[in-house]
């Protein structure tokens, strides 16, 4: 494969996360998907273990093996190669110390009247979902009691910046 000086080369990160031969069911919520991968991302994208992440299978047309192995085994929910996002560490961390602290506070579900819609994404080259509402509640009085205690400490600790 030729790519000329200067091309610009996308990777359609959001495309290949549909793929059912790489995620059966794509649209369907199913963290037990990756309950193999134990390491973090940035670990399996430029790790020497990168191709045990995500396995994308080259279409029938593509022949090269060697070059499948480089371009189609790879971990790309960061990006890749020289541009991967350096803020990888940080937005791992970060994602998964906050949805453990939402999950262990809070119960969600799911509105009776406003079901959601798995397919309500924006079209842009940063793909979020669109706007939906869900029931939230806390899990008891206890859980309730700490969420205000620790809200306190930090309205407390963002005083000095007002």
């Not at 199913?30 to 191709?51: C, M, Q, S």
């Not at 396995?55 to 960061?78: Q, V």
């Amino acid at each position: 494969m030729f790519i000329p000086k200067d091309s610009v080369v996308w990777i359609g990160i959001w495309t290949m996360h549909q793929d059912p031969s790489l995620y059966p069911e794509p649209e369907k919520f199913n963290p037990d998907r990756f309950i193999k991968h134990t390491k973090l991302a940035n670990e399996y994208a430029v790790g020497a273990e990168w191709g045990n992440r995500d396995k994308f299978h080259a279409p029938s047309w593509f022949n090269n093996s060697k070059l499948t192995l480089m371009l189609f085994l790879h971990h790309y929910g960061y990006g890749a190669g020289r541009r991967i996002c350096p803020g990888v560490h940080l937005a791992e961390r970060s994602m998964w110390r906050i949805t453990a602290k939402l999950l262990w506070a809070f119960e969600f579900s799911e509105k009776p009247d406003a079901p959601l819609d798995v397919n309500a994404y924006n079209s842009a080259n940063l793909v979020r979902p669109l706007e939906y509402t869900v029931n939230v509640k806390p899990r008891s009085a206890a859980h309730l009691a700490v969420i205000k205690r620790e809200l306190s400490g930090a309205m407390e600790f963002l005083k000095r910046y007002d």
